[in-house]
């Protein structure tokens, strides 16, 4: 816990910062779905993107490992620094970036493998020479889903509930030991008790992981997360849709305290539209 | 790995750098070269067969080839006519016969009963009937309407052709219809049944024409494998080397020339003239199947708008 | 609006109409019964027509190879050989390359609009008529291939596979015709169950940070498995039946050489060879042989939807 206490009391954000992106404009095809983000994602805490659907937090996320790479169309410009190394450079490999930043996704989206096998295959190829079963007890036991699953290891991940396999998720994605965890609305498909679980597993997790989560449930931003970018969508001139971009960034207390912008308020205030 | 943020972890910058000599990468270069050479092995038959029947085809069409009779073996001058007639009516016969019954069986297994015992029995037997080779379609329609000469005491016919290749059609129809019904979104049915609609009503006027195009698809390309089939063809529609009056009963109820069975008769004798007659029917099969096919992906993609 | 009791003079329906709505639901079970109809004839006439030959040969028919009209003795293992050895090797060139094409075209390698012009090119190929395909192997793939066949047959003359001088129609250029004939089919049902995996499995494998080859060999082609052996298994059924190509350059020997360099036979093509000029106890004969052909492929057809059913049930 003292480094976390350490941590919060550090003045300078960016000295620390893990990701900073930086104008970093992302289109799919010819139409641009965000446009001229600069934010620095600090190290060791939980950043939450939230916005209206459609802004683009999901676009943004996802470029952050380049998970966008796999979308037909996608196009980048602008840069993310991690650790000083531009993502996007010209000789980085994405798969390289993908064990160092991982994700967890929207829908809980198990391998149909075993449970075991599950957690095993990420550490498998990422070259983890451990043991295994130590591993696979550890990992799940940091996602908080080892008693739901210690007897049935060689079950099907499927076997599990909804928020059960999210946590399986979580806990595949903790076993690759990245620096940072990406989640997309992890919890949008659960119900509320899954909910708190997962929550209760981030506080555990940002301990050990900086976090960047998109979430809709701006409780959930106030609950889990000590840094917010607020996202908003605007339509432009002559487009066709809307262009997301970044309207606030600040201390998770500050946005739903005391935002400097008017749209923000709005948007946590619930007067939005 | 709890402590980890202890250390300033970008104490030296992460390398992330593409290396094109890690065991994996190179792996994955090699995978990926042999899919593409294997992908281009699937393409070049296609590229070969098709420049070869464009070469060879197309320098003999003439309208002389197109509407005159094959010569007798040893002579050098004729056409395929008679066989493109009869490749029209043999395919024409057997879709008459193959799409009102295969439509028919469709709606009802999409539209009376999609999960009882029979409905899932037919499915099952359509499915099979599907995987019978071509060849076994003749064997059936000779052994029950050729040596019976069941048809008006006829043997050989553009009938029972047709009949040979309604068999191998019947499941495409089918298929394509009950897909196609399914489809459509239960509320259109439900709608209609609601304002008191019957279901005759409902399947003729409402969930037929919601899913016209994808069984409109599915039938031409039926339509497309027939026209091109030889085997069901050989001892049940034979050949002929004379004009057959297709209009009358007995151009269709005596056997026929047609393209298919030109091709096989004419490629294996050891008459020149005759080969070239074989790749000159071969392109106009080919051009014609490939126009049906061409066609069938037409309306497909107007069905996706 | 003046009588109000013409307002509900819709309601009841005609009797007319009562009997076309009852008898439509007739008529299509009817149309729908004509499948299962079909199907057992079939049967039962290749069944009744080799009743005679099935009682003079039995099972000595399965694995005798003499096939003589003139002597009238008859026996189809060289048929029945034929059919599942061309059928067989077909397959087995033909799997990996039809799998290999297909991860090409569904797995982002190249931009999407040549992808569609191969995948469109491989279903043209299959649309193509088997007999043009084998007027292209008589007079081009043959000769082309004869100077290749020639050096198998100088180098391996020792081997019992090779052990002929290739003389033009042979079993080698019959597999590669068959292998051209279902390269498409493994190659298109292949490319639907990869595009089938769901988007979330293949993000969760590139999520872990697998390479593209990681997430192709450990998740997309394990979740498309089950789908894939069904079409191979459909199109060795295919193979199995497969007759005019087949006939045409195969050389339609009746003896059984085990040289894949000499003239094979298979039913199919022994059937389009012989059943037209055929009568006695032959077309019996030819009953039996096509009666074999039935119960392969029938087998082939149902075990591919049995694995299909099976091992997608298992996760
Ligand atoms: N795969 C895609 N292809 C094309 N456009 C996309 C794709 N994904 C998202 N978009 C577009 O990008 C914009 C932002 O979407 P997204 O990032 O999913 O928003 P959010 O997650 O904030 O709801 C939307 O206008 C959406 O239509
Ligand atoms: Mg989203």
């Known amino acids: 816990m003292t480094t976390l206490t350490a941590s919060q009391t550090s003045e300078n954000q960016n000295a620390v910062s893990a990701l900073s992106l930086q104008n970093v404009t992302i289109s799919y095809g010819n139409s641009e779905a965000v446009k001229n983000v600069y934010c620095e994602i600090p190290r060791g805490k939980v950043t939450a993107l939230i916005g209206p659907s459609g802004c683009g937090k999901s676009t943004v996320l996802r470029s952050l490992n380049r998970m966008n790479d796999l979308i037909d169309g996608c196009s980048l410009k602008g840069s993310i620094l991690f650790g000083g190394i531009d993502l996007y450079g010209a000789k980085i490999d994405p798969v390289e970036v993908r064990r160092r930043i991982g994700m967890v996704f929207q829908q809980p989206n198990p391998f149909p493998k075993s449970i075991y096998e599950n957690i095993a295959f990420g550490a498998r190829i990422n070259g983890y020479s451990g043991d295994f079963d130590e591993l696979v007890e550890r990992s799940l036991r940091q996602a908080a889903v080892w008693d739901e699953c210690k007897d049935k290891l060689n079950e099907s991940g499927y076997s599990l509930s909804g928020g059960q396999q999210q946590r399986l998720c979580i806990a595949r994605t903790i076993a690759i030991q990245p620096e940072i965890i990406l989640m997309d609305e992890p919890c949008s498909a659960l119900d509320p008790i899954s909910t708190l679980k997962i929550e209760e597993t981030m506080h555990e997790l940002k301990k050990s992981f900086t976090i960047v989560i998109v979430t809709h449930n701006m409780q959930q931003a106030v609950r889990v997360s000590d840094m917010t970018a607020f996202f908003n969508a605007e339509a432009v001139e002559g487009g066709t849709g809307k262009v997301g971009y970044l309207v606030e960034f600040n201390d998770t207390e500050k946005i739903f305290n005391a935002p400097q912008q008017q749209a923000t308020l709005d948007y946590v205030s619930g007067r939005f539209g | 790995m709890t402590q980890t943020l202890t250390q300033n972890q970008f104490e030296s910058a992460p390398d992330l750098s593409y290396k094109p000599f890690h065991a994996r990468n190179i792996r994955s270069r090699a995978l990926t070269f042999l899919v593409a050479f294997f992908a281009f092995i699937a393409v070049i038959p296609l590229i070969l067969v098709l420049g070869y029947i464009l070469v060879q085809g197309s320098s003999k069409i003439s309208l002389a080839l197109l509407t005159q009779l094959p010569p007798p073996p040893g002579l050098e001058e004729g056409g395929i006519g008679n066989a493109i007639i009869g490749t029209l009516v043999v395919t024409a016969v057997a879709a008459l016969i193959a799409v009102p019954v295969g439509v028919g069986g469709g709606v009802f297994l999409a539209e009376y009963s999609r999960s009882g015992w029979f409905a899932q029995f037919i499915r099952f037997g359509t499915n099979v009937l599907a995987g019978v080779p071509s060849i076994i379609a003749g064997v059936f329609i000779y052994g029950t309407i050729v040596t019976s000469r069941i048809l008006f005491g006829s043997a050989y016919s553009a009938v029972a052709g047709g009949m040979a290749l309604a068999v191998l059609m019947l499941p495409t129809v089918i298929k394509t219809t009950d897909e196609g019904l399914k489809l459509v979104p239960e509320d259109l049915r439900r709608a209609a049944l609601g304002v008191g609609a019957s279901r005759f009503v409902t399947v003729l006027r409402i969930t037929l024409p919601a899913a016209l195009t994808p069984i409109a698809t599915g039938v031409v390309l039926g339509i497309a494998r027939a026209a091109g089939e030889t085997a069901p063809l050989i001892f049940t529609a034979l050949f002929s080397q004379f004009w057959s009056d297709v209009l009358t009963p007995d151009g269709i109820f005596n056997s026929i020339a047609t393209l298919s069975v030109l091709i096989y008769n004419f490629a294996i004798e050891p008459y020149e003239f005759h080969n070239e007659l074989a790749w000159a029917a071969s392109f106009v099969l080919v051009v014609l199947i490939l126009a049906l096919n061409l066609f069938s992906r037409w309306l497909a993609g107007v069905a996706a708008k | 609006m003046s009588d109000p009791d013409s307002r509900y003079l819709l309601r009841s329906r005609t009797p007319a109409e009562k009997l076309v709505d009852i008898s439509f639901r007739y008529i299509a079970i009817a149309m729908a019964s004509v499948v299962a109809i079909v199907l057992f004839s079939i049967l039962l006439v290749v069944f009744l027509g080799s009743l005679d030959s099935m009682a003079r040969y039995g099972w000595q028919f399965l694995v005798t190879s003499d096939w003589n009209p003139v002597d009238d003795q008859y026996g189809a293992g060289a048929a029945i050989y034929g059919t599942l050895i061309t059928s067989l090797l077909a397959l087995i060139i033909a799997v990996p390359m039809g799998v290999g094409a297909a991860i090409f075209i569904t797995e982002n390698i190249i931009p999407r609009q040549i992808r569609n012009v191969i995948g469109l090119m491989v279903e043209l190929l299959a649309a193509i008529p088997s007999v043009v395909l084998g007027v292209w192997a008589i007079f081009v793939m043959e000769p082309f291939i004869r100077p290749g066949l020639e050096l198998l047959y100088e180098l391996f003359y020792w081997f019992p596979l090779f052990s002929t001088p290739p003389m033009g129609p042979g079993t080698?250029?019959?597999?590669?015709?068959?292998?051209?004939?279902?390269?498409?089919?493994?190659?298109?049902?292949?490319?639907?169950?990869?595009?089938?995996?769901?988007?979330?499995?293949?993000?969760?494998?590139?999520?872990?940070?697998?390479?593209?080859?990681?997430?192709?060999?450990?998740?997309?082609?394990?979740?498309?498995?089950?789908?894939?052996?069904?079409?191979?298994?459909?199109?060795?059924?295919?193979?199995?039946?497969?007759?005019?190509?087949?006939?045409?350059?195969?050389?339609?020997?009746?003896?059984?050489?085990?040289?894949?360099?000499?003239?094979?036979?298979?039913?199919?093509?022994?059937?389009?060879?012989?059943?037209?000029?055929?009568?006695?106890?032959?077309?019996?004969?030819?009953?039996?042989a096509a009666f074999v052909l039935i119960v392969l492929t029938l087998c082939v057809n149902i075990f591919a939807r049995w694995i299909v059913k099976r091992l997608s049930l298992k996760y």
Do not use: H, K
């Open chain 3, 172 to 288: 080698i250029p019959a597999v590669l015709i068959l292998v051209v004939m279902i390269l498409p089919i493994i190659t298109a049902i292949s490319r639907d169950c990869l595009n089938q995996v769901p988007t979330e499995l293949r993000q969760a494998a590139y999520g872990v940070g697998t390479t593209r080859w990681g997430a192709i060999i450990n998740v997309i082609l394990p979740a498309a498995i089950s789908g894939i052996i069904g079409g191979v298994m459909l199109a060795l059924g295919r193979a199995m039946g497969e007759t005019m190509a087949v006939t045409m350059i195969i050389g339609n020997s009746n003896n059984f050489n085990v040289s894949l360099l000499a003239p094979g036979n298979t039913i199919a093509a022994m059937l389009a060879n012989q059943f037209g000029e055929a009568d006695g106890s032959q077309v019996s004969s030819l009953m039996y």
